[in-house]
């Protein structure tokens, strides 16, 4: 199993919740819940106890199988209309929507209006920024889908068109990039893709460049949260690096990529180097930063989302999108002390119990 290599120094005890200088909540309908309490900005630590918690592993840039996981996890409508469906449930999503696949725009713009519309209902939306997030910021794009350099293209020229109004554009694309699409099926191609491809390049670079809008975007989330007693991760935690603090981590990664300062200084760099993983390393890790269990993605799972190490490590990145291994989609369910698979089979939705923590 890989894990995530970050550059980092030695060593200060790890943060606490109540040492954290900004918290928000957000308030359930009235079923009994305790409101969902954020610590932290970038969102660090998670307090849900009670509330229905769906994990979903990478996407890259697949915006149809990212639906369906969605619409199978009961968190959207499936009547095309993009609406959240899961009340007071937390979705996390575990990175790498960016490359391979066309779509990396519009995903990120679903769960960014998922999001508005869970914190209504007393739920939340969660994203960890994976490598390929990363890399794109450090101006990586050697697995960027052609599409996607397109997707970059037509979202700036709509953002220009939405007098630069950040919200209002990055919000609507993913039913306006959508509608664009039906018009390109039927519009002749005139001009070759090679030669629209050094326009998508800067696109993509304006936008995703430390201090630009979408680098900026991707700064609103963390490399490692905390809900409760699990921890949540793209490639995976071990001990130094929550002896650097999970806290200033987040920080300081989401101060990179918002920065704009053309300082050639990257907080840590995932997936550039891997550590080894032996179980005492991670009852080490899991008993430093007080949880039970770690979910992560990074490594596609041709068995479907499984766990080892008595489950104390879940993987459930299964490789969904078309661009990378084409599964079927699989998310991961946590609810009081359960945790569960969650798969489509033969169009039917079949849950299977795993484990239960007490």
């Known amino acids: 199993m890989a894990f995530l290599s970050l550059n980092s120094l030695p060593l200060q005890p790890p943060s606490q919740p109540r040492k954290l200088t900004e918290t928000s909540s957000f ?13 932290g900005n970038p969102p660090t630590f998670v307090s849900a106890p009670g509330h229905r918690i769906i994990a979903v592993g990478d996407l890259h840039g697949d915006l149809s199988k990212a639906r369906c996981a969605l619409e199978m996890a009961g968190v959207l409508s ?14 996390i999503q575990l990175g790498d929507i960016l490359d391979r696949g066309r ?22 939306v969660f994203q960890v920024n994976g490598n390929h997030e990363t890399m794109n910021v450090e101006g990586d794009f050697r697995y960027v889908d052609s599409g996607a350099f397109d997707e970059c293209l037509d979202f700036l020229e709509y953002l220009n068109d939405c007098e630069h109004d950040w919200e209002a ?34 696109a993509r670079s304006t936008l995703l460049r430390p201090g630009g809008p979408l680098a ?22 071990l001990p130094h690096h929550v002896a650097y603090g999970i806290e200033r981590m987040n920080r300081e990664v989401s101060n990179w990529m918002r920065s704009g300062d053309g300082s050639p200084q990257i907080p840590f760099k995932a997936t550039r180097g891997y550590d080894s993983v032996i179980q005492a390393i991670l009852e080490e890790t899991l008993q430093a930063v007080g949880a039970k269990a770690m979910v992560v993605g990074h490594t596609p799972q041709t068995t479907g989302v499984n766990c080892t190490y008595n489950c104390s490590i ?19 369910e946590i ?3 359960k945790a569960r698979v969650i798969r489509s089979k033969r169009d039917s939705f079949s849950e299977l119990q795993v484990v239960d923590y007490t």
Request: glycine share 10%; hydrophobic share 45%; proline share 4%.
């Open 216 to 237: 900026r975007e991707l700064a609103r989330h963390a490399v490692v949260l905390k809900v409760d007693d699990w921890v949540f991760c793209h490639g995976g935690l």
């Open 78 to 91: 499936t009547d095309g209309r993009d609406l959240w469906t899961g009340e007071e449930t937390v979705l």
């Open 27 to 39: 308030s359930p309908l009235n079923n009994g819940l305790k409101p969902i309490v954020v610590y």
């Open 314 to 332: 879940w993987r459930i990145d299964v490789g969904m999108s078309s661009g990378v291994l084409n599964s079927r989609p699989e998310v991961l």
């Open 169 to 202: 554009a990055f919000i609507s694309w993913v039913g306006v990039s959508e509608r664009l699409k039906v018009l390109s099926n039927h519009a002749d191609k005139l001009i070759p893709l090679l030669g629209q491809r050094p326009q998508g390049v800067i």
């Open 103 to 124: 779509d990396e725009i519009a995903i990120l713009s679903l769960l960014r209006s998922l999001d508005i519309q869970a914190k209504a209902k007393g739920g939340a």
């Open 335 to 337: 609810r009081d002390t």
